[in-house]
């Protein structure tokens, strides 16, 4: 195996390995958010878009100045997308008559029009990088399809070696099961634009790299500055072996000319040459390319005006006019606006997220709400002893909080649908939300005329985690659902004061079924 | 040798003259319905089962046995909300003494099984026995839909496999408060034995589902963790927490809940099993009998 397809392994599988890790708990010191904060135009566009500095944004401006001096080695040697693409397309398309011959130039420009609408919408303030962005679409793929699929497969698995286990008595098989991570039907978009990348590869080997990648357009616009240059030496006898085997067609028909903004530096070129005159040097002074970038006047018009729109576009959305911050977002995340602005859409606080109570939203908040994490309380609650999701969030459109902090950090309020509540509506004996509920925020009152005391919520004690609606015995559609009435969304300080002024309070210990408004008792037994 | 819970007051109505004597004056042969034990939990339990007759009586060599704890909720187990893990190991190391093949702990939790397993802290407690495993089942596969013919308003459940193959089965629950069935001991224990537990609210009516259960079920023994209870805010907690150090066993689970509904006030109620509409109507049902006349409750 080539050296260039060792370290591609490594990074995928490095990729696949913190994917993996991405859950709660987090085992590992590992940044296991690495590969999002690698890329540029996900943490510079969110910080574009949100007027900020996104933290630890020093790694993505290490990867820029890299690929100034090296190139799109990035897009060659580390992108797990690329290799990806460059494996599957080995396994499907490598015999294939591909639609266009390797070295013809394709809507090369597309990427950059890809570039500048997103830097612009970002300009605007609106984050679009999430849409195209390789790295935010791949961890969403991860997320959604990938490893959804590979506990499916495995559990099928483990279904038909069941029986078997149950007849020898091996007991650790017979229970050996995954947790099946559920997604609704917005994460079908995600796989959807996942396999038609792959697809894409009939057209040319590595065409989204080539033409649509709008990550790949920025490096290529920086790899234009890069000293280090192919060069080509006069015994070049053009026998085209070059060109053909280029991963991304950036040399020309004649052998001669390249692109430095197509090359991946994947150097199969230099290893091809019989004669060895194709080289890579470090040139100095360094040449001027010649080639002007593949996106005339017309085409960046069109990328502006794209920006622009897409800006309107999220901008008008009727969803803003229901209120898009009625949803119920994890807790720690800032202000809806800001939120948008920052979250990338990478999926990471949902594959860690253990209850699998975190869902991509679909369009309910509009467009630009597509992806953005919410909570399905009625599938699971919010773990009280789990704050990983804003642990693992590259952007902090989640705040990293402790667990003291993020309970403070109220999602909603439990309210009662008494047409739904065993109790209310068929006065039956239930109080599955309460021995649920972790800080006694539901009582009990006798009413006259009623067999059964009626549970109620006491607003100052729940913060919204949806234990309640999770166990709720009722069918379909529970009766204690969460709204999103008292959320606390902060930019920045402290839940727990704001939480307090405002005179809530979340404790386990102490206080018993009390009324609305009273003082919890003392509690010694508390852990 | 299997003595059932039938079988056994059968035994007693034959030794109705022996019965109707002072406690003291009794012949051995009368078997005692309810025995509580007080000090060190792991001690108790093994008194208690040596009292019944020792573990030898309930489990033959490879037996497969199922221990049905209360691990209803994901917290640890400082908060009472789970049965004590000490009576847990001592149970299934003593069934493992008595030549078990297996033991499995089992139960479909109220919390997220997932959860309970990260905080109740019962794997770890078990964790130095070989051929123990603890499991919270909720998914469809590990369940088997059974008939309850004298269930009233519960015709059928599905049950954990587990437990229907099993060779012998162990009744482990904690004594708390609970605010739907008032409390929960030995009957109400039985929720977590099968894959709905919403249906016992929503369509059944809490208590007489649970009395239709405890007519199916027929554990070994129950063995009852009072070694601390939950006397508050039950059955999740967190509230008031009673010391007793005590553990309480029994054939006949309508007693031994009987009884236990006297070690405290519940919810700050004073209570008999006659306002327990579960035991009561139980007890009616003839799974027990709340006659708490004629127990035997030595003090240790």
Same mark, same amino acid.
């Given at each position: 195996m080539k050296p260039r397809r060792v370290i591609q392994l490594s990074f995928l599988l490095l990729f696949a390995l913190l994917i993996a890790l991405t859950t709660f708990p987090l085992t590992l010191p590992l940044p296991v958010d690495l590969f999002l904060r690698m890329d540029p135009l996900l943490i510079l566009g969110a910080s574009l878009a949100a007027r900020t500095v996104v933290q630890g944004f020093v790694v993505a401006i290490v990867v820029l100045v890299a690929t100034a001096l090296l190139g799109r080695f990035f897009c060659g040697w580390v992108c797990p997308l690329g290799t990806t693409i460059e494996l599957a397309d080995d396994a499907l398309y490598r015999r294939r008559k591909r639609r266009?011959? @390797?070295h013809q130039r394709v809507a090369r420009g597309l990427k950059f029009v890809n570039l500048t609408i997103i830097l612009v919408a970002a300009a605007f303030g609106y984050g679009l990088a999430f849409l195209l962005d390789p790295i935010a679409l791949f961890t969403r793929t991860a997320t959604y399809l990938l490893h959804p699929s590979a506990v499916f497969a495995l559990n099928s698995g483990l279904d038909a070696a069941r029986p078997l286990a149950d007849q020898i008595g091996w007991l650790g098989l017979y229970y050996a099961r995954l947790n099946q991570p559920l997604f609704s039907a917005g994460s079908l978009i995600a796989a959807a634009i996942f396999v038609t990348i792959i697809m894409l590869n009939r057209l040319q080997r590595r065409f989204w790299c080539r033409s649509l990648c709008p990550l790949g357009g920025l490096f290529g616009l920086l790899a234009r %500055? =890069?000293?280090a240059q192919r060069r080509v030496g006069a015994a070049c006898d053009h026998d085209g072996k070059c060109r053909r085997v280029c991963e991304t067609g950036a040399i020309d028909e004649a052998d001669l000319e390249y692109d430095p903004a197509e090359c991946i530096m994947c150097w199969r070129c230099v290893d091809q040459c019989h004669l060895c005159v194709n080289t890579f040097d470090w040139q100095s002074p360094r040449p001027r390319v010649a080639r002007p970038v593949d996106v005339g006047r017309r085409r960046f018009l069109i990328g502006l005006g794209g920006g622009a729109f897409g800006a309107l576009l999220f901008n008008g959305s009727p969803a803003r006019f229901v209120r898009p911050d009625l949803l119920l977002r994890p807790p720690g995340a800032r202000p809806e606006d800001e939120f948008r602005k920052r979250c990338i859409r990478c999926g990471q606080c949902v594959k860690a997220c253990p209850t699998n109570t975190l869902q991509p939203d679909w369009f309910e908040a509009g467009l630009e709400g597509l992806w953005a994490p919410v909570h399905h309380m009625r599938l699971a609650a919010c773990d009280q002893g789990c704050n990983v999701c804003g642990q693992v969030c590259p952007t902090g459109a989640i705040r990293a909080l402790p667990l003291i902090e993020k309970r403070y950090a109220k999602i909603g309020t439990a309210v009662i649908d008494t047409s739904r509540c065993l109790v209310y509506a068929e006065d039956k004996s239930c109080l599955v939300c309460d021995e649920a509920c972790p800080y006694n925020a539901i009582y009990f009152v006798q009413v006259p005329n009623a067999k059964n005391r009626r549970p109620m919520v006491d607003c100052t004690r729940? @913060? #919204?985690? #949806?234990m309640c609606d999770s166990v709720c015995p009722v069918e379909g559609r529970g009766a204690i659902p969460i709204k999103p009435d008292e959320q606390i969304r902060l930019a920045e300080g402290s839940y727990f004061f704001e939480a307090t002024r405002r005179g809530f309070r979340f404790e386990q210990g102490g206080a018993v079924n009390q009324p609305n408004g009273a003082e919890p008792a003392a509690s010694g037994e508390e852990q | 040798m299997n003595i059932s819970r039938r079988e056994m007051l059968k035994l007693m109505a034959a030794s109705g003259a022996a019965l109707a004597m002072p406690p003291w004056a009794r012949p051995a042969l009368a078997e005692p319905r309810v025995l509580a034990f007080k000090g060190n939990a792991a001690a108790c339990v093994r008194k208690l089962i040596e009292s019944f007759g020792g573990m030898k009586r309930f489990v033959s060599r490879h037996d497969k046995v199922v221990i049905k704890p209360n691990l209803g909720f994901a917290v640890p187990p400082e908060r009472a909300s789970n049965t004590n893990p000490v009576i847990i190991h001592t149970l299934a190391q003593m069934a493992l003494e008595a030549g078990a093949k297996n033991v499995q702990v089992l139960d479909n939790p109220a919390h997220p099984p997932l959860m309970c397993g990260l905080r109740n802290g019962i794997k770890d407690a078990l964790k130095d026995l070989d051929d123990v495993h603890v499991e919270l089942l909720r998914d469809e596969e590990y369940f088997a839909e059974v008939e309850i013919p004298n269930g009233k308003k519960m015709k059928t459940a599905k049950v954990m496999k587990a437990i229907l193959e099993c060779d012998a089965l162990f009744n482990a629950p904690i004594a708390k408060s609970h605010g739907g069935a008032m409390v929960t001991f030995g009957l109400k224990n039985w929720m977590g034995a099968v894959q709905d537990r919403g249906a016992w609210h929503r369509t059944y009516g809490l208590h007489q589902a649970i009395a239709d259960f405890a007519t199916y079920i027929k554990p070994k023994l129950t063995i009852l963790d009072a070694t601390r209870i939950l006397t508050t805010n039950g059955p999740g907690g967190p509230g008031e927490i009673k010391v007793l150090d005590t553990v309480i066993g029994g054939f006949d689970m309508v007693a031994v809940d009987s009884w236990a509904v006297t070690l405290s006030t519940w919810d700050g109620k004073t209570l008999? *099993?006659? &306002?327990?509409p579960h035991i009561r109507r139980a007890a009616q049902m003839g799974? #027990? =009998?709340? &006659? %708490? *006349?004629d127990l035997v409750i030595p003090a240790v």
């Open positions: 266009w011959p @390797n %500055l =890069s000293p729940c @913060n #919204g985690c #949806g | 008999t *099993a006659q &306002d327990v799974v #027990g =009998s709340m &006659d %708490l *006349a």
